[in-house]
């Protein structure tokens, strides 16, 4: 009887590692992850950053921020500023941007919930609201490491005491550790069917009652965009301004949530499609995104702005910005919209030409589009490669992305929705900063194939 005992109670220990470590996953809720990293992607001070804010386990305890440059920076200082929204508790730091080994801020957090994080380089301001979230243990975990704790010690106590040497009692203890081990093994089975844990800091569950939120979410934004000033001219730097209006209220939008590593992102074109930008602005008021930017000749600019709201889905809105000013030579303006000015948030293409399969793609099919790239790609906005997407009159804009192809190249699916030719842009960072290789491509309809 001994030896059985001693066998369980190391059956029982060597259970306790193994569901520990199984058992020690983060909570999630709110589209957020309790200790997991929050990446903002910023388009500051002339420069293309990621900012980012590392998940802290506890509080009171250091908030490290960092900011990693997608483009040639020299050492860009910006300045730090976190605020709690709920007692307004205020730290400051600095951190420098870097492509490679950012040097974090550690700054100290008192407590959990709504924070504001601003930041300041050269003359810009932005302020990104986040949450600071601290994983809290659960239910389950009480019953898990409980019914552990109860089996290990009915064990332990039985060997020290001498118990096994009494049946009675050595049927008792194993039957009681049985129990423990069997509460616990069962709430780990049926734990994932379990809703997780709300993070301490977590946003309050939204409901189809809550004041301004619809049973199937929140509506779209309206966006009412604008230049300062109202006529930029060709060559000069202007803001676009971008202010997000809820449909139903009149009130400023101030719910996005971050997607694909940003709050927003937009894509200028000219008309013709030879100026391209990717861009990501910064929240400068409630409702109010705001980038800076300089067109390099006069004429008609389309803005496309992808955003999405807490509780909601995705939303594209579409403007148009006028700039004015004198054209420049002929001879300094492609021939070609397919050799547009690669400067779309870095460095420019690399000579690699897109292939495309089927060649003569037909609307409503998928096609796939290939590029060769250099070693060491990293990620960019939480992808290896972009893919945007505009008809050539501008009603139509896609973005699609690249979803880890192995070897030294990208690979995109994208169905066309319908004839006509498109213009295209494919992007990807390395070290040396954001690549954007532009082409064209030409679509025809269905029945032209048959």
């Known amino acids: 009887m001994i030896r059985r005992l001693r066998a369980a109670a190391i059956l029982v220990l060597c259970l306790v590692a193994v569901l520990v470590v199984g058992a020690a996953v983060p909570a999630a809720a709110h589209n957020v992850t309790a200790g997991a990293d929050l990446r903002i992607a910023q388009t500051i001070a002339g420069a293309e950053v990621t900012v980012v804010i590392k998940g802290t386990p506890r509080v009171p305890g250091p908030l490290r921020i960092g900011v990693i440059a997608y483009q040639p920076v020299a050492a860009l200082p910006v300045g730090l500023e976190v605020r709690s929204v709920e007692d307004g508790r205020t730290v400051t730091g600095t951190a420098r941007a870097a492509a490679r080994d950012p040097q974090y801020a550690r700054l100290q957090v008192e407590r959990t919930g709504p924070h504001e994080l601003k930041l300041t380089a050269g003359n810009e301001v932005a302020v990104i609201p986040f949450r600071v979230l601290v994983d809290r243990g659960s239910a389950g975990d009480f019953l898990i490491y409980g019914g552990l704790f109860v089996a290990g010690l009915l064990l332990a106590g039985g060997l020290l005491t001498g118990a096994p040497a009494r049946r009675g009692a050595a049927m008792l203890l194993a039957a009681g550790a049985a129990a423990g081990v069997t509460v616990a093994v069962m709430v780990i089975v049926f734990e994932p069917w379990m809703p997780p844990p709300v993070p301490d800091g977590a946003a309050p569950e939204a409901s189809s009652s809550g004041a301004g939120v619809a049973a199937g979410g929140r509506p779209y934004a309206q966006a009412r965009v604008a230049t300062v000033p109202a006529r930029p001219e060709a060559g000069e730097e202007f803001t676009l301004r971008i202010d997000l209006v809820d449909g139903s209220t009149g ?18 074109t000219s008309e013709d499609g030879r100026y391209f930008r990717h861009l990501h602005p910064l929240r400068t008021a409630p409702g109010r995104l705001e980038v800076r930017m300089r067109a390099d000749r006069p004429g008609r600019y389309l803005a496309h702005t992808e955003l999405e709201r807490e509780n909601s889905g995705g939303q594209l809105t579409s403007a148009t910005v006028t700039v004015g000013g004198e054209a420049p030579a002929p001879e300094q303006l492609s021939s070609d919209p397919a050799t547009s000015d690669p400067a779309g948030a870095g460095a420019g293409g690399v000579g690699a030409v897109p292939r495309v399969r089927p060649g003569a793609p037909v609307a409503g099919r998928p096609a796939t589009i290939e590029l060769d790239t250099p070693a060491g790609v990293r990620p960019w906005l939480g992808m290896a490669g972009h893919l945007l997407i505009r008809s050539q009159d501008g009603a139509f804009f896609g ?52």
């Open 399 to 450: 973005h699609v992305h690249e979803m880890g192809t192995p070897g030294s190249r990208l690979r995109f699916t994208f169905s066309f929705p319908q004839a006509g030719r498109y213009l295209a842009w494919a992007q990807y960072a390395t070290g040396e900063g954001v690549v954007t290789v532009p082409f064209a491509v030409d679509v025809t309809a269905p029945e032209a194939t048959r």
């Open 251 to 268: 009130r400023p939008v101030d719910d996005l949530t971050v997607h694909h590593e940003a709050l927003a992102h937009v894509v200028v």
